[in-house]
Structure formats: C-alpha cells, structure tokens
C-alpha cells in the first residue's frame, strides 16, 4: 500500500533537547512538507522540499531544520531554539505538478517536558 | 496575507442532521480544497473544487465555489457519528515563486448519537 508513514506517534522529550521526527512516503512523490498544528489552529507550513537536496522554509521555520537526502524521506528536526515546541505536526507529500493535492501522514503528537 | 476563515468553529448536532459549513477569503482563490481530520490522526481530502459556481458531491458531502471567488461552503447531509472531526477548508497561495496551501482553522463538528 502506498501511503505516508510517520514516526513515531507519539514523541517526549525534555526541554532543552533536539528531537527528529520521521517523515517517509513511497508514493513517489517529488514534493514534502511539514506542517505544525496547535489546538483550534489551522495547519502552518514549517518547511517544504520540492526536490532531493532543496528544501525551503515556510512560514514558521524558526527552530526547526530539515533535510532531504531521499526522495521518500523528508526528517524534522525540532531544535532547542524552538521556544514552544510541544504540538501535533504533520508531513505531507503531493506531486510536482499536482502541488496542492497534498496527502498527510498520520502525525506525531511531540511533548516537551 | 491571504487567510481562510472558517465558521462556525464547532457544531454540536444530533444524528440524521443536515450541517452547512462555509470558509471565507478576503482574497480570490482559484481553487478551494476541503480536508477532514478525524480525532488524532492527518487530514484527508474530500473534495477539490476548481471553477467559481461549481457544485461538487462525494457520497453525502457537497462543495460550492462561491461564484466571487472569496468563499467556499460545505454541506453533509444525514449526519452519521463517524462524521465527527475537524473539516479544514484550504486555498492555494503564491510564495516565493511556488503555490503552497493556506489552511482555514477549522470546524470541529461533534454528532450525538
């Protein structure tokens, strides 16, 4: 089955800590993204990767680092620098030509204690 | 900016209810998107509307594109428990040379049995 996987779905972590999420999808899809959502939020872009090895920040890229080295892979970093990093985030993944047909992941729920 | 608001932002209804939903710009879009996110879990597309008037169904669910461009309205019919969950509406939107999704804040609808 094709599809997106995240994980894992739920993530703690200290405050203080660098943590990496896992974003892979084998839809063959060119193009990534990361989104952030917080309760009775909409989604807000972090960052986006159209192609391997290019990635460009979103609207809320401040603490946080990606990179993409595969194709079907597209890892989150949330850094210390992130000042409230506990949320729901969500990776997407949607053809070059088809951008705003974007498929999401199931999510991971990271809280920083 | 251009941003998407949604109303209402929650509905509380009983089973076999009808619901209306509606997502409003101050901006034209060219393309309106709705998404559904069940408890915990990535939005899914449902519906992806294209031409200012047209009315589109999938299954119980029906979309309009607003004929001026700057609204979007949702309807389910017969609302069923499993209808439950947030219902994003969604917009592209030009940055840095690339079209990227704008994401309302969502109507969180809850169905008593």
């Known amino acids: 089955d094709g599809g997106i996987t995240q994980s894992p779905k739920y993530l703690f972590r200290k405050e203080g800590q660098n943590v990496t999420l896992s974003c892979e999808q084998n839809?063959?899809?060119?193009?990534m993204y990361w989104y952030r959502q917080d309760p009775g939020q909409g989604l807000r872009l972090i960052y986006y990767?159209?192609?391997?090895?290019?990635?460009q920040k979103g609207d809320i890229a401040e603490g946080y680092s990606v990179s993409r080295e595969k194709k079907e892979s597209f890892p989150l970093t949330v850094t210390s620098a992130q000042k409230n990093p506990t949320a729901f985030y969500l990776c997407?993944?949607?053809?070059?030509?088809?951008?705003?047909?974007?498929?999401f992941g199931p999510g991971t729920r990271l809280t920083v204690l | 900016g251009q941003q998407l608001n949604q109303s209402p932002q929650s509905m509380f209804i009983q089973e076999g209810e009808d619901v209306s939903m509606n997502c409003t710009s101050s901006?034209?879009?060219?393309?309106w998107l709705w998404y559904k996110q069940d408890p915990g879990e990535g939005p899914v597309l449902l519906i992806a509307?294209?031409?200012?008037?047209e009315l589109t169904s999938n299954g119980r669910l029906t979309a309009q594109f607003g004929i001026t461009r700057k609204d979007s309205f949702l309807n389910i019919s017969a609302s069923i428990p499993s209808d439950v969950g947030i219902y994003f509406c969604?917009?592209?939107?030009?940055?840095?040379?690339?079209?990227?999704?704008?994401f309302g804040k969502g109507t969180k609808l809850t169905v008593n049995p």
């Open positions: 997407a993944s949607s053809e070059l030509g088809r951008r705003l047909w974007q498929f």
């Open positions: 839809l063959n899809h060119d193009a």
């Open positions: 990767s159209q192609i391997v090895n290019d990635f």
């Open positions: 901006s034209i879009f060219n393309t």
């Open positions: 509307l294209y031409k200012a008037g």
């Open positions: 969604a917009g592209p939107r030009s940055q840095g040379g690339s079209e990227k999704l704008v």
